[in-house]
């Protein structure tokens, strides 16, 4: 089974509302985190958002937010009023174990964000 | 600050040549990671590094592919020889040991003719 999910190929938002960027991960470890990263077309992988297992509430950055639901086993990704620099590829990823470290972390497949003036 | 800096950006090789990638991580980062990003797919690890240890290369094909960080900085990749699936982006991170967060670079993109 494939560890993390993503759904949508493609999503259009128009600037200024607010987009929602679907991910289910798959996990039997009751310790894990939960990432989103932004890939731009200049390749580099910006890190968004972090939602560790065991936090009590939604991961908060700025404008980025995380919609976790641990039953449901899913961790959506809310980008609110939305800019043209948000244009991009967002992938959803997952580390698994013990401890905060940044270890083995398997990511989804993406999913391309094309900001609409 | 300077972040990852990787090199070179762009590289086309003959198959059955050799290829090296070289990353520099940021200063104080004792964990240094290498990831293969194949066309629209999510980056895949190849290896971990803390300080000069690889501690995990479990997906790394050791057959053709070979890493090294002397003195627990720098990194190079090496994949020799280079076959037609190894083109794909490469990706190298770092991260300070127990942060959530990992820095990457912009990558090197290879393609093998």
Known sequence: AQKITQTQPGMFVQEKEAVTLDCTYDTSDPSYGLFWY?????????FLIYQGSYDQQNA???????????????????????????????????????????????FGIGTKLQVIP | EAGVVQSPRYK????????????????GHNT??????????????????ENEEAVDDSQLPKDRFSAERLKGVDSTLKIQPAE?????????????????????GQGTRLTVV
């Open chain 2, 12 to 27: 086309i090789i003959e198959k059955k040549q050799p290829v090296a990638f070289w990353c520099n991580p940021i200063s």
């Open chain 1, 38 to 46: 932004k890939q731009p077309s200049s390749g580099e992988m910006i």
């Open chain 2, 32 to 49: 240094l990671y290498w990831y293969l990003q194949n066309l629209g797919q999510g980056p895949e690890l190849l290896i971990r590094y």
């Open chain 2, 84 to 104: 037609l699936g190894d083109s794909a982006v490469y990706l190298c991170a770092s991260s300070i040991r127990d942060s959530t967060e990992a820095f990457f």
């Open chain 1, 60 to 106: 908060t950055e700025g404008r980025y937010s995380l919609n976790f639901q641990k039953a449901r086993k899913s961790a959506n990704l809310v980008i609110s009023a939305s800019q043209l620099g948000d244009s991009a590829m967002y992938f959803c990823a997952m580390r698994e174990g013990q401890g905060k470290s940044y270890q083995k972390v398997t």
